[in-house]
């Protein structure tokens, strides 16, 4: 590339090339040649006008009326084309259940494409088909801007890969582009059982006469069943017979069809001087979705309008490229959460066919349990009715017994290190802060990591349970919530910080060992935590002993001073997390080396625990299901975990994730951390807390519906609002057994009246 920037300066572009004739770049150049006629556009496509893979395209409402506002020729052009339908169907073991109000339109591909290259060819715009673009290094001297809309394999993406950063992650499932020769009458999801696993169907009209089939099963599934050494009609009939029902017995046909694995394509950075990506080539959202096209619009969309807004090109790139990363990154955590829900299909079969259709619909977390029922309030209510709530009774305010302990809803506050105790006291800080929680509602409250000895502490602030002081000091905590909020249960989690101690509170410096006064540090193996952090000592075998000693003691007065129940924390790096992990435990005798061996420390403090906290209470576990780093624990991994755990009797899994090592890479987002508290469930059979980033009502509603978790453990949402769980009392209209005001704050149970608020205006408006 020639000095990229020599050409940033100019308000507008006025040449601009286009690489890719799909919809992202075809919208692209009619949106820019109308903004400014005077513009000389290129677009190069290999292939020629007809010549497409696929068949349907699904637009959303929000994205057509963004083409209505922004080109009202094209939109009456779709309007006239399109199938519209509001219902989908889910086939579950032979049973049928419909959900509507979804409101889909779609139409063919091929039209799609027609009413875009005539739009173009309307207003000047040319276009070289069956033409390779010229080298993109070329391009960019030549012209103002050049937008990359080449995509999943873009070339020019990959000519300059090292400013990109593309990542490209290959998945698990092969899937086919098919069509059938009739309109289904909703979008339809249908499991095939078969004797080699599962398959599934996603189908939806896209023409009066024509429907989008695509079969998708796993790798394993379709190389025991053969696909891999038919021939392309031999597969295509083989899907038509196994899905002969959904088909009524009628063929399916291709089109440039192959079996293929989907690409999640995801890019550091978007441009390059004055080349930019769009569509495809910067990212990509799994089918199940239907939001490749959606977002190739809506990024057509956003650059035109910051080409127009921004006094150059540097700074229109910058704005668009800021823009649209955080809308795509919100996306594409949908579309890997629907992705990975397909791919783990298995291990819903068992569900009963409702609740199975209602988690097939809400996989993807864009439609929830509050949406759906504005949607299909009759689905909703049959959903509620099966999972056994009571008329007008939320799911998130039922009961949920362990052990001997019935919890009045599924909220639980969850355990939040305060750093404000003195020399392990609990002191009045704690009471305000844990009372208030257990007045706001929640059906358990728990304490933060209680530390089983003075040298298990994480910082100077933690509190403990090794003196009977603390054991008083507690029972002052329980008493209260016992007495002030009954119906509210309190925990306490137990833990000791292993190589994560002696370090600084929270404000001052999270993770960074004290400038004086630290005590000495021990773990599994002698690793530091981080770069700058103390080395601890490798724990001999007399040492264990006496750290299991301390974990009984501790239960022994968490028992005397109330508590409903005890958790272990076996997470977050902290001592007994340190033995599971491979990444901080390399030990070579009984206690390091093998996943079996990792474990037995940490369930020998189990057993010692269980064995003295009294037997009707119950004992949950917490894990870090993963390390986010490779060569540590996996989801795999995790479940062999919970399941030795709950074979020496824990009663409920509570499932996090990282924090053991600091080079850890999470995958934040909306409820991030709930996909592996739902493999537990399903796979180990143990009830499970799942924790990280749940911050709504709803979505509370939605995963404990969907039987993805049976309690929701929310910590800074609990932080915001102390009576969280009160609150969404109100705003759900809940006034039942599930919860309880407080006397003296009844009068608050009604939600306050709010203001309004304008809905926002359309990203790009053009006259005429």
């Known amino acids: 590339m020639t000095n990229p920037q020599s050409r940033t300066t100019r308000h507008h572009p006025l040449r601009v090339a286009i690489v890719g004739g799909g919809p992202g770049g075809l919208y692209a150049a009619a949106l820019l040649k109308r903004l400014d006629p005077t513009r000389d556009i290129t677009l190069w496509e290999r292939n020629a006008p007809d010549e497409t893979f696929g068949f349907g395209v699904v637009l959303s409402d929000e994205t057509l009326g ?24 889910i086939v579950h073991r032979g049973v049928t259940h419909r959900s509507g109000g979804h409101g889909f339109a779609a139409l063919g591909r091929r039209r799609l494409l027609e009413i875009l290259h005539n739009r173009c ?9 069956r033409t390779e673009a010229p080298d993109p290094d070329a391009l960019s001297s030549e012209y103002d801007l050049v937008i990359a809309a080449d995509g999943v394999r873009s070339t020019i993406r990959e000519t300059y890969a090292h400013v990109f950063r593309p990542r490209v992650t290959e998945h698990r499932c092969r899937y086919i582009w098919l069509a059938a020769d009739f309109p289904f009458d909703a979008f339809r999801f249908e499991i095939a059982e078969t004797e080699h696993g599962v398959m599934q169907l996603h189908g939806y009209p896209y023409a009066a006469d024509s429907s989008t089939v695509i079969v998708e099963m796993r790798e394993e599934v379709w190389k025991a069943a053969g696909f891999d050494e038919v021939t392309l009609p031999e597969s295509i009939e083989r899907c038509a017979k196994t899905f002969a029902e959904a088909l009524r017995g009628r063929p399916l046909r291709s089109n440039n069809s192959a079996w293929t694995t989907f690409r999640t394509v995801v890019n550091d950075r978007w441009s390059h001087g004055n080349v930019v990506l769009l569509g495809d080539a910067a990212h990509t959202a799994h089918f199940s979705i239907g ?5 190739a619009v809506e990024d057509a969309l956003a650059l035109a309008a910051c080409l127009q807004e921004q006094p150059d090109v540097a700074g229109a790139l910058a704005a668009y490229e800021e823009e649209r990363k955080p809308v795509v990154a919100s996306t594409q955590r949908a579309a890997r959460a629907s992705l990975e829900w397909f791919e783990n299909l298995p291990l819903y079969l068992q569900q009963p066919s409702r609740q199975f259709a209602f ?39 039922t009961p949920f017994r362990l052990r001997g302990l019935t919890l009045r809803n599924r909220v639980v506050v969850s355990p939040m290190d305060m750093y404000s105790a003195t020399d392990g006291l609990p002191g009045d800080f704690h009471l305000v802060h844990l009372g208030a929680r257990a007045l706001g509602g929640a059906g358990l409250v728990m304490t933060e990591m209680v530390c089983v000895s003075e040298e298990g502490r994480i910082t100077p602030g933690c509190t403990g349970l090794y003196t009977g002081r603390q054991a008083e000091a507690w029972r002052r905590v329980t008493d209260f919530v016992h007495t002030q909020a009954p119906g509210t249960a309190i925990g306490v989690q137990l833990g000791h910080s292993g190589r994560k101690g002696s370090t600084k509170l ?44 301390q974990f009984t003691a501790a239960t022994w007065r968490a028992a005397r001073a109330g508590f409903d129940l005890l958790e272990l924390h076996c997470a977050h790096g902290y001592l007994l997390s340190g033995f599971l992990s491979p990444l901080t435990n390399r030990r070579t005798d009984a206690y390091g080396g093998s996943p079996e061996r990792r ?43 919970a399941r030795a ?45 799942a924790v990280g980033a749940i911050s709504s009502w709803d979505d509370v509603n939605s995963l404990i519906l969907a039987g993805r978790t049976d309690l929701c453990a929310l910590a800074r949402p609990h932080l915001y609002d102390p009576h969280w769980t009160l609150h969404a009392a109100a705003e759900q209209g809940y006034e039942g057994p599930g919860v309880g005001w407080p006397a003296p704050y009844r009068a608050g149970s009604r939600p306050p009246q709010t203001g309004r608020t304008d809905a926002p205006k359309p990203r790009l408006t053009l006259d005429g």
């Open 359 to 397: 988690n097939l619909l809400t996989r993807s977390r864009r439609v929830t349990h509050d949406n759906l029922r504005l949607r299909d309030a009759h689905f909703t209510e049959a959903v509620e009715r099966e999972f056994g709530c009571p008329p007008g009774t939320p799911p998130m305010f």
């Open 291 to 295: 939001s490749g096209t959606k977002l």
């Open 645 to 689: 755990f709950a074979a020496h009797g824990a009663d409920a899994i509570d499932v996090s994730t990282g924090q053991v090592v600091a080079e850890e890479r999470p995958e934040y987002g909306r409820s991030y951390q709930t996909p592996f508290a739902d493999r537990i469930r399903h796979e180990v059979g143990v009830p499970v807390i």
């Open 506 to 549: 929270m404000w001052e410096g999270i993770d960074e060992p004290l400038a004086h006064g630290n005590w000495p540090l021990v773990a599994a193996s002698p690793l530091p935590y981080k770069p700058g952090s103390r080395t601890p000592r490798q724990l001999s075998r007399a040492q264990l002993t006496d750290i299991r000693e």
């Open 599 to 641: 474990l037995r420390f940490p369930l020998e403090v189990f057993d010692a625990v269980r064995a003295v906290w009294p037997a009707e209470r119950p004992m949950t576990v917490r894990i870090s299901a993963t390390d986010w780093a490779e060569g540590g624990t996996t989801a795999e991994d995790a479940v062999r975990i």
């Open 121 to 129: 060819h309307s207003l000047g715009v040319k276009i070289n088909f």
């Open 66 to 89: 963004g083409i209505e506002h922004a080109d009202p020729v094209v939109y009456e052009a779709l309007q006239s084309d399109f199938v519209r339908w509001d219902d989908i169907d």
